[in-house]
């Protein structure tokens, strides 16, 4: 019933590693988003896809490699993991419009260590 | 420049009381939506009210109203009668015409005293 749904909750690694983060959504939403929260709380956007296709890519690290396999789900791989890259990261999805609401997954708190 | 300001980075309030947290946003473009989210403690995003651009009434959800000032852009969220559940983070968001995303400001941590 969950509308989206991420895993792993938690995600515990040694720098250098390669880990994906799995998102799904069963919404029906067009399109789906990547967020990162840092050790501060401020949620910045990484990704975003409207109907698979990439349509915005902030000034993200190539290490993080967004792939959607279809118009449900957006994973995110990460190689070579960083210190820095430990952060929470939210999957999201929406409807395309002003006025339409994001709905979050419950996040994934990811710790390089 | 940002996009989305909220200047108290933190805000205490007794319980039954109530609280407005603000926020100011910046943007050209006539077509926009503002909306306010809240993080527990337990993490996750929970979407609270949300004003667009074209609304001439401010919104309200329950306890949750927002004072929407299009002049001075402004959306400040007001909590009316504070209940000890209502600690928590919070923030304002804006989302732009187009295939834009949402665009957060820092947020406020509210907490709630007996």
């Known amino acids: 019933d969950t509308a989206v749904s991420q895993t792993p909750k938690y995600l515990v690694t040694q720098m250098g590693n390669d880990k994906s983060i799995k998102c799904e959504q069963n919404l029906g939403h067009d399109t789906m988003y990547w967020y990162k929260q840092d050790s501060k709380k401020f949620l910045k956007i990484m990704f975003s896809y409207n109907n698979k296709e990439l349509i915005i890519n902030e000034t993200v690290p190539n290490r993080f490699s967004p792939k959607s396999p279809d118009k449900a789900h957006l994973n995110l791989h990460i190689n070579s993991l960083e210190l820095g890259d430990s952060a929470v990261y939210f999957c999201?999805?929406?409807?395309?419009?002003?006025?339409?609401?994001?709905?979050f997954g419950s996040g994934t708190q990811l710790s390089v260590l | 420049a940002q996009k989305i300001t909220q200047t108290q980075p933190g805000m205490f309030v007794q319980e039954k009381e109530a609280v407005t947290l603000d926020c100011t946003y910046d943007t050209s473009d006539p077509s926009y939506g503002l909306f306010w989210y809240k993080q527990p403690s337990s993490g996750e995003m929970i979407f609270l009210i949300y004003q667009g651009s074209y609304d001439q009434q401010n919104a309200t959800e329950g306890r949750y109203s927002l004072n929407f000032q299009k002049a001075r852009k402004s959306a400040n969220l007001v909590i009316s009668a504070s209940q000890l559940g209502d600690s928590a983070m919070y923030f304002c968001?804006?989302?732009?015409?187009?295939?834009?995303?949402?665009?957060f400001g820092k947020g406020t941590m509210l907490l709630v005293s007996p």
């Open positions: 968001a804006m989302r732009e015409g187009g295939y834009s995303t949402l665009t």
């Open positions: 999201a999805s929406s409807r395309t419009g002003f006025n339409e609401k994001l709905f």
